[in-house]
C-alpha cells in the first residue's frame, strides 16, 4: 500500500490484527482453518486480512494520502 503508514509499531500492530482477522473470516466464510491449509495459503490469507484492516484504518481515520 502506498503511503508512510503510521509508524514502525502502529504498522505491526495493524498487520498482526489484520492476519488474525484474516484467519477469522476464512474460518468463518468455510474455506477452512488457517491450520488445514499449507504456508503459502496461510501467509496469503495473513496479508489479505492485514491489507483490509490497514486499509479500514486508513478510511476511517482519513489518512487518504496512503490510499491503495
Known amino acids: 500500500m502506498k503511503g508512510s503508514g503510521y509508524g514502525f509499531f502502529m504498522d505491526m500492530i495493524v498487520g498482526l490484527v489484520g492476519a488474525v482477522i484474516g484467519g477469522f473470516l476464512s474460518n468463518h ?20 486480512g492485514a491489507v483490509l484492516l490497514t486499509w479500514l484504518v486508513r478510511l476511517i481515520s482519513g489518512n487518504r494520502s496512503a490510499s491503495l
Do not use: E, K, T
Open 29 to 48: 466464510l468455510d474455506m477452512g482453518g488457517v491450520g488445514q491449509h499449507g504456508i503459502i495459503v496461510c501467509i496469503l490469507i495473513a496479508v489479505v
